[in-house]
């Protein structure tokens, strides 16, 4: 062992772990009244970020999507469904046509 070497040794513990009883699941509330984010995607683009800088009012963002493509619903940042735009009130709104699991 190199002369001085001993003093940068260390001796660590650890806390043995404690087995817990698994808790019985009853009050589903909770769950079901957490908040997810929906949001609803019309279509994307990639560009630099000059192009990007250089924007102004009036300008047009050209995206990779069609007029009529479907929308891209999502929940928590995640595709899970398709919709069609649609007006309720005043308020733009989306009709679910298809959710992703049958859309795959």
Same mark, same amino acid.
């Given at each position: 062992?190199?002369? &001085?070497?001993?003093e940068?040794?260390y ?7 404690? $087995?817990k009883? $698994?808790?019985e699941?009853? /009050?589903?509330?909770?769950?079901l009244?957490?908040k997810?984010?929906?949001?609803? +995607?019309m279509g994307?683009?990639k +560009? ?8 102004? +009012? &009036?300008?047009i963002i050209?995206?990779?999507?069609t007029? /009529?493509e479907?929308?891209?619903?999502n $929940?928590?940042s ?5 919709g069609?735009p649609i007006?309720?009130?005043?308020k733009?709104?989306?009709r679910l046509l298809d959710?992703k699991?049958k859309? /795959?």
């Amino acid at each position: 062992m190199e002369p &001085g070497l001993k003093e940068k040794l260390y001796e660590v513990e650890f806390e043995s772990f404690k $087995i817990k009883e $698994i808790e019985e699941f009853n /009050d589903k509330s909770a769950i079901l009244n957490a908040k997810l984010e929906v949001s609803v +995607t019309m279509g994307s683009c990639k +560009t630099s970020i000059k192009d990007i800088l250089d924007l102004k +009012t &009036g300008d047009i963002i050209v995206l990779d999507k069609t007029m /009529d493509e479907d929308l891209d619903i999502n $929940i928590n940042s995640k595709t899970v469904a398709l919709g069609e735009p649609i007006k309720v009130d005043d308020k733009i709104s989306v009709r679910l046509l298809d959710f992703k699991n049958k859309i /795959d």
